[in-house]
């Protein structure tokens, strides 16, 4: 995909074009379409000329996987470049206010796997709360030292404290304002 992305920003002259895995991304102004035949609809023009390199080098492609606009999903983020704010989808950040509600409840025993698995979900969540970092010290001390993902681990009262610290913070938060000020004049 390096190649093609050097040839699209150096030959057709792709400007801004980003990539990352095999996922290419940029930006434009709203107004700014070109028709794309074989869709039969208009698109942003830096994607309509990406998309045409891809056909005439013959990398296939699909409909479903062009997404423009505004917010667009990304890594199962909301991302809205017009209001520079990153969010988390409403059903996402209330499945996980949940599972951290029903997780952190003192005197009960999640297998280490789980607490594993609910630290890798609140690591996620992080790119759009970073202040809530703190939140999973307990998590990480109680699973210090454990090996055996089947072994049940406790829940105690500063690991219900700390999710439950969380789970409210999440659920008051809008997400991640990018910039203070939107006014640059």
Not at 165 to 184: C, N, P, Q, R, V
Request: charged share 25%.
């Amino acid at each position: 995909m390096s190649l093609v992305a050097w040839i699209a920003i150096h030959r057709k002259l792709v400007e801004d074009l980003k990539t990352y895995m095999d996922d290419s991304f940029s930006f434009e102004l709203a107004d700014n379409l070109l028709f794309y035949e074989p869709y039969q609809e208009f698109f942003p023009a830096k994607q309509t000329r990406l998309l045409m390199l891809w056909d005439e080098i013959g990398l296939p492609h699909e409909r479903a996987k062009q997404l423009f606009g505004s917010p667009l999903t990304v890594i199962g983020f909301d991302v809205d470049p017009n209001t520079m704010e990153v969010s988390l989808p409403q059903e996402k950040k209330d499945a996980l206010v949940a599972e951290l509600c029903r997780f952190g409840v003192s005197h009960r025993r999640w297998s280490l796997r789980d607490f594993q698995r609910l630290a890798g979900w609140c690591e996620w969540a992080f790119n759009v709360f970073p202040l809530l970092k703190p939140g999973l010290s307990t998590v990480y001390a109680k699973m210090a030292g454990k090996v055996k993902a089947r072994a049940l681990v406790y829940v105690n009262n500063a690991v219900e404290r700390e999710l439950g610290w969380m789970a409210t913070h999440i659920e008051e938060s809008d997400g991640l304002l990018l910039y203070k000020s939107l006014d640059f004049s």
